[in-house]
Nanobody, 115 residues
Framework: QAQFVESGGGLVQPGGSLRLSCVVS????????MAWYRQDPGRQRELVAS???????NYADSVKGRFAISRDNAKNTLYLQMNSLKYEDTNVYFC?????????WGQGTQVTVSS
């Protein structure tokens, strides 16, 4: 079974940047649309950004122009460059395929935006 391991989160001031990474331990990485999600407590996970195998991207309106998703198919790795971070970006970020599979949810990586 595939494992999705997120990293790169941390504490950053408003306006700062972070780069998240997600390593997928499965050859099927190269056959799926990949995505980043985040979840507020008590709410459904929100799709933040997705990227097709060919590199076509899609973003939630709240992050357009600030976040950039990318993938390295040779390394089975998904990235999320987060710039101009805002307080409301504070959350746990997860990677999964799109649409997500329950069995693929990992532990996520915490992003905290605070002064």
């Amino acid at each position: 079974q595939a494992q999705f391991v997120e990293s790169g989160g941390g504490l950053v001031q408003p306006g700062g940047s972070l780069r998240l990474s997600c390593v997928v331990s499965a050859d099927s990485f190269n056959t799926h649309v990949m995505a980043w999600y985040r979840q507020d407590p008590g709410r459904q996970r929100e799709l933040v950004a997705s990227i097709t195998i060919e590199g076509n991207t899609n973003y939630a309106d709240s992050v357009k122009g600030r976040f950039a998703i990318s993938r390295d198919n040779a390394k089975n790795t998904l990235y999320l460059q987060m710039n101009s971070l805002k307080y409301e970006d504070t959350n746990v970020y997860f990677c999964n395929i799109d649409p997500p599979v329950r069995a693929f949810w990992g532990q996520g990586t915490q992003v905290t935006v605070s002064s």
